[in-house]
């Protein structure tokens, strides 16, 4: 069964330096997501990309974020100057159809620590 | 902004025993209602989701119930099993995005 899959599983990075977390969305799903939570909270949304762009983003995805979709299967999430704060677990996630209204697949995550 | 409420935090029930979570959300315009479990470590995995032309879904042991009127939504788990142990999180649509309850422990005793 396909799976969307993330690397690296654990980046550790200094207060600062850039970081970018990777995604390869299943591979026929036209909705990608991108999610973090940090330790024993909530799920929250960041952005949402279709048709190579961005389709929705929450207040916590500021200036500081940006997404790309560099090729025709990978989907990836720059932290430009990582803040204490921004410590938690990535998840991204795809959908075939509108995932506001399907179900999301949700990879396994990329738990960032940032130093 | 919109908000989804989950309760309660924590659940701890006997084996055999049914579980039920429930969920108020803000956006009168919501229409998609999942509910993910998320074991410790791991991703989140959906196990069931409404839409709001329905009151009532069920898959096995599980169902869902909504009611629009009131703005919430209920999760029942019945004759639950030790790996139903994990976190429960409900999600409603707002806006093209989906908002996430706080999560619900659930606690399975044998």
């Known amino acids: 069964e396909p799976e969307v899959t993330q690397t690296p599983s654990h980046q550790v990075t200094q207060m600062g330096q850039e970081v970018i977390l990777r995604c390869v969305p299943i591979?026929?799903?036209?909705?990608f997501y991108w999610y973090r939570q940090i330790l024993g909270q909530k799920v929250e949304f960041l952005v949402s990309?279709?048709?190579?762009?961005?389709?929705?983003k929450s207040e916590i995805f500021d200036d500081q974020f940006s997404v790309e979709r560099p090729d025709g299967s990978n989907f990836t999430l720059k932290i430009r100057s990582t803040k204490l704060e921004d410590s938690a677990m990535y998840f991204c996630?795809?959908?075939?159809?509108?995932?506001?209204?399907?179900?999301?697949?949700f990879g396994p995550g990329t738990r960032l620590t940032v130093l | 902004g919109e908000n989804v409420e989950q309760h309660p935090s924590t659940l701890s029930v006997q084996e055999g025993d049914s579980a039920v979570i429930k969920c108020t959300y803000s956006?009168?315009?919501?229409?998609?209602f999942p509910w993910y479990k998320q074991e410790l470590g791991k991703r989140p995995q959906l196990i069931i989701d409404?839409?709001?032309n329905v009151g009532e879904k069920k898959d096995q042991r599980i169902a869902v119930t909504l009611n629009k009127t009131a703005k919430h939504f209920s999760l029942h788990i019945t004759e639950t099993q030790p790996e139903d142990s994990a976190v429960y999180f409900c999600?409603?649509?707002?806006?093209?995005?989906?908002?996430w309850g706080a999560g619900t422990k659930l606690i399975i005793k044998p």
């Open positions: 996630a795809s959908s075939e159809v509108s995932g506001s209204y399907n179900e999301q697949f």
């Open positions: 591979s026929n799903h036209l909705y």
């Open positions: 990309f279709y048709n190579n762009e961005i389709s929705e």
């Open positions: 956006d009168s315009a919501s229409n998609y």
């Open positions: 409404i839409r709001s």
């Open positions: 999600a409603s649509n707002s806006n093209y995005q989906l908002i």
